[in-house]
């Protein structure tokens, strides 16, 4: 009964399942609660969203695609209830195909819609005795073809894309000729009228070395700047 009431009380009050499995993790809505008695855990399977279960392990993901079709990374729904096409929610796509079981993809962070990405870090956990699969493949015979698994490792349990993150690098490309755009080009370029290259170059200067960002945080955020 106290198991069951604390599960209650992180899921907001909302009706849950609870199944029994060894050496899981327990997850409920959002974030992962971890609630154990002996050598067994508790799998909150809530909404049918996602859960995780059995003895698991951990695998890195670097993934790259093309923004353009999609609305950012992080899954998200419409007012209608109906899901809109992301990153996160093909990947998730993919693995719940080959695993027959819905699983959590997270990412090293978000992005808005349009944006490209040459290295997104990611982790998943799935079933250990799925590890011999060559997953790359597997995967990427599954994905659309914007997005693609560039590489795929196997890390250790307490490893998290998104709080071991060191660092991101954004590039940006600029057209500056107005008579015209490469096709090939049109999807990565933003198209500006003539720059003064030297006037931007000294104004780079003011941002060089280490600098607090705070200012340009979200309200709420709960990084440490």
Known sequence: AYLLCSLKYFCGGKHIILKQYPLATAAC????????????????????RWFVVGD?????????????RFKGWQIQSRPDGKDVRTVQG???????????EPVRVHGSGRTDSGVHALGQVAHVDIPSDRLSVD?????????????????????ADDFHARFHSKGKIYTYHLWECKRYVLPQRSHYVWSVPPLDHDA?????????????????????????S
């Not at 002996?38 to 909404?47: L, N, Q």
């Not at 698991?56 to 353009?68: D, F, H, I």
């Not at 997953?135 to 890390?155: C, F, K, T, Y």
């Open 29 to 48: 809505n959002a974030f992962t609660v971890g609630v154990g008695l002996g050598s067994w855990v508790f799998v909150v399977d809530y909404k049918k």
């Open 56 to 68: 698991v392990v951990r695998l890195k993901l670097l993934v790259a695609y093309k923004g353009t």
């Open 90 to 100: 093909c990947l998730e796509q993919a693995f719940e195909k080959i695993l027959r």
């Open 135 to 155: 997953w790359q493949r597997a995967l990427n015979g599954l994905l659309p073809g914007d997005v693609s698994i560039v590489e795929v490792e196997q890390v």
């Open 200 to 224: 931007m170059q000294q104004a780079a200067q003011i941002l060089m070395g280490t600098h607090d960002f705070a200012a340009f945080q979200n309200v709420g955020t709960d990084v440490n």
